[in-house]
């Protein structure tokens, strides 16, 4: 196999599409992006709930200032949860 043939070849490869390939991404419903919203703010409850019943000892352990730990604790549910260290 020569160099051309081997290009060509790996050119080619992009360009095959069989029918069990989507020409495009289908797009959630309404009702699966509130549920995914939902339940992403049910998560951050549940972490926020359990970061603020940790000890400072248990938080230093891991790393985290009990300051940072007390103020991510504080944040409503709505907004996203920042890097901790």
Do not use: N, Y
């Not at 797009?27 to 699966?32: A, H, N, P, T, W």
Request: hydrophobic share 45%.
């Amino acid at each position: 196999m020569t160099f051309q043939s081997r290009d060509r070849f790996t050119i080619g490869q992009d360009r095959f599409v069989t029918p069990a390939t989507p020409k495009h991404t289908p797009r959630l419903s309404i009702v699966r992006r509130v549920a995914a919203t939902v339940a992403t703010w049910r998560a951050r409850v549940a972490v926020r709930r359990h970061l603020a019943q940790l000890d400072a000892r248990t938080l230093r352990d891991i790393g985290v200032a009990p300051a940072v730990a007390a103020f991510e604790a504080g944040k409503p549910f709505w907004k996203k949860m920042a890097p901790l260290r």
